[in-house]
């Protein structure tokens, strides 16, 4: 049975603008439905998904809340009674010196970007092992390759991903779920285009191998990729996509 017939769905977190929504457009075109997690409006995105000629499901959800992931998992299996691919997009990025860094702030960042993680990957996981197959892709960052200063908590956040997805990847491999990373460099979004970020782009792109800032359209291949059976080998890894700011 081809991938069209199952109507494979895939969930998507913080995906009503930047990077996510350029997954869910990608991952439309690709055949799946989409679920969108997101604290925000995604009426745009859910246009792009429907112009794919995709179903879309949009939830106001907060992702580094129990309560809300579970009926918002409650919600996507209601609707699709599926999740074949997992995108742990969702995350925060401020840029704080760590004797600034108050314990409020590094709990909100340590929970949106890695204790939803957590959580979504739990509610999901089950159906797809059940199933025999699945993809569960978590955004990690080149901050942690790279140790830039500002990030402390983020990098923290962002090297508990790779470690979590490395250790769950060899509990689940023998079921047909791989579990990777994306992990890409500074992308210009609308966010870290008015952001504190927004200073750093021509000094990061000056250090990458390719010397233009990244655009959310710059990771959809690896994510579609991943995503596919094309991927199905490969688990556990971090695929770094930072136009050779990282060359390791």
Known sequence: MTRQALRRVAVVTGASTGIGQAFAQRLARDGFDIAIADLNPASETEKLVKDEQRQVLSVNCDVASPESVQDFAAAVLSRFGRADVLVNNAGVYP?????????????????????????????????????????????????????IGLNSHYSASKGGVIGFSRSLAAEVGEHGVTVNTLAPGLVRTGTTGRGPHSAWFENLAQQQAIK??????????????????????MTGQTLVVDGGWVRS
């Open 95 to 147: 840029a704080t010196p760590f004797l600034s860094i108050e314990w409020e702030e590094w709990q909100r960042v340590i929970n949106i970007n890695l204790n939803s993680i957590f959580l979504l990957t739990r509610a999901f996981l089950p159906g797809m092992v059940a199933s025999g197959w699945g993809r569960v892709i978590s955004m990690s960052s080149t901050t942690f390759h790279s140790g």
């Open 212 to 233: 233009r800032t990244p655009e959310p359209s710059d990771l959809v291949g690896a994510l579609s990729f991943l995503a596919s059976g094309d991927a199905a080998f």
